[in-house]
């Protein structure tokens, strides 16, 4: 659990609440959480749950689960059983547009005849009871038509040659900015060119927009990334990852605004999706990476709604 005031610099106390096998201080509160979304919720008037989180647990309970904190440091399981079916890449946020949490669970599907990486959207009303999924993020044709060309890039950080059979285009993950009219997603895209190394896909992993009204129907308008890649030997030359939710921060001088930004989190390293990081010391990095907000406009945004809008 890593406090930070402006997203760059983060400090570590040692607060852990995970028994340590050798007994030594750290800062970890949640054990064997995979893709946790931790969310702070004033609005519960039961301070015992200020605090919530959704993510897939290995522990006691195998699957996607939620967790209640009434400080961020001291959690417990709330799910008596998963909240939907199949793993293991969950991204959870509260909606203030629909006033409910919305997840958004991987659940794979068959597509063109291949079983693969998919998301579908589920809410909850108060976080125990949690709607039946509905598929939301599925691949199509034209994202399997940029497969090649995003995996040319990264070419000579490939251990295996290309595979005809696996090569396409998966969703990874989903994160969301909660604009003035609509929701604009940032999809995390993996972009396969064959089995990988250590048996799972290899590929680079790339962030994508998406935006949407409703939260199940998507328009994904660009197949290009919307976070560019740094240089192959540089530090995230091949793989993104994102945030569950951006958040919009402003930096001031004094009392005066400079810009307003929309601030997303991205985990990035220089190597393609793998079991393992063949380059360990300079695998996995974070980083922060924005837009400024004005440039967000929509020229149509809906009669009810007068304010600045992406759509």
Known sequence: MPPGRDGIRWEKPLIGTVKARNGQPHNAVVALMHHASAIKDLRDPNPQRRYKMVGFGYKEMKGYQTLVSPDGIRWTRLSTEPIAPDADVISAYYSEDIGRFVAFPKIHQQVFGIRRRAFSTIFSDDFVSWTTPVSSFVNDLRDDAGTLAAV??????????DDPTQMRTEFYRVGVYQAESCTVGFARML??????RYGNHQGPLELQLAVSRDLINWKRPFRTPVVEFGELHEWDGAHFSNAAEAIRVATKSGSMTKEATTSMATARQNVPDSWICPVAARCRCA?????????WIDLCPPPDRKREALC
């Open 191 to 196: 972009m396969i060119s064959a089995r990988g």
């Open 287 to 295: 980083a922060r990476s924005g837009w400024r907000h004005g440039n």
């Open 152 to 161: 040319e890039r990264i070419r000579p950080l490939l251990d295996e040659p």
